[in-house]
């Protein structure tokens, strides 16, 4: 096993490195494949240094989910300057484009990363809330009350979109545009369910 | 720590006790946090005999987890003598009383289950399924064709309510009548967006 690093890099850069190799391992396989040793040996560094730069495994797992986490947001950021439909249209294509162009790490992120570290599902539960929240400002802005029902509604729908995208982007590689029109029927549905909803 | 089990059981009896204890704490933990450890110690055996019994903390996560599934899907089961609707209406509040009684359990099938081990995972994506199915067979004998998109909104429903139970049954303490009536309100959102799906 190779105990020096490759290339002489920073502090930042190493760190930022093993990163990358972390969430590039994703694609292929669940995070739970991912050893030290494992990661030691496609880096080229020593387990000693991944210690250094992460604290545990835990550390490591964290910041390769959270690096994840966010390039599926900063990917899918809804464009202000769209008016609410529009805006809605257009993140979820840049979304099903998203999970189209990186399956693994979009399965890695909301099946794989099944980890027995509640922290992590934490990292992955808060992309799901703030899908929620845009979701809500959206609709806020085409007049809709911020009530119980529809914070509800928009953060399960975040859920049953994620299933459907597994499912018809994922295994079956529908196109981008009907799986959109699916998915903004069935949020207009459940939208017009919270309005109905004794909640 | 005890070397010899408090009574004598019958091996079925003694696996069975142990995999009753490991349910019961689920009721208030997470998974991941029962260590074989914890588990001898609320059973008063050695660490030794739990492994004569389950071969690896991962045989005996599994047998606490499908267990826990099992009785969720027992206490659901749809009664076969109702028509679709009522059936539908029925199952729902059953699956409501269920998650309000069990919240502890149903948390930790749907939140804490974020095992490492893809086969614990495949377990309650078992019972997700089933779910999804039994929704099929009764859309169907109301008429509904047997169509991939209504395969898909069944599946990815089952994964928005159990979002919504947590938050509207398990945080809140929402009513179950309630509850259901809003679930059966975006049930059928999505299952007249699945009948306009260009899929």
Do not use: C
């Not at 020593?46 to 986490?69: C, M, N, P, W």
């Amino acid at each position: 096993m190779p105990s020096e690093p490759r290339s002489r890099l920073s502090p930042e850069e190493r760190r930022a490195q093993l990163i990358a190799i972390g969430v590039q391992f994703l694609v292929d396989h669940p995070l739970d494949e991912l050893t030290i040793d494992e990661l030691a040996a496609r880096a080229g560094v020593s387990k000693a240094l991944i210690f250094h730069y992460f604290d545990s495994r835990q550390g490591v797992e964290r910041a390769i989910v959270t690096t994840a986490r966010d390039s599926l947001l900063v990917a899918t950021e809804p464009r202000a300057d769209l008016p609410p439909r529009e805006r809605i249209h257009d993140t979820l294509l840049r979304i099903a484009g998203f999970v189209r162009d990186h399956s693994g790490t979009f399965s890695s992120l909301v099946r794989g990363v099944a980890s027995g570290d509640p922290a992590v599902r934490a990292i992955v539960d808060q992309s799901r809330d703030l899908n929620a929240q845009r979701l809500l400002e959206a609709f806020q802005e085409l007049g809709a009350p911020n009530e119980l029902a529809l914070r509800v509604a928009f953060r399960a729908w975040v859920s049953f979109t994620e299933e459907a995208l597994l499912e018809l982007v994922v295994d079956r590689r529908i196109d981008d545009e009907t799986v959109v029109d699916f998915l903004e029927k069935t949020l207009d549905g459940v939208v017009a369910a919270a309005a109905g909803a004794r909640f």
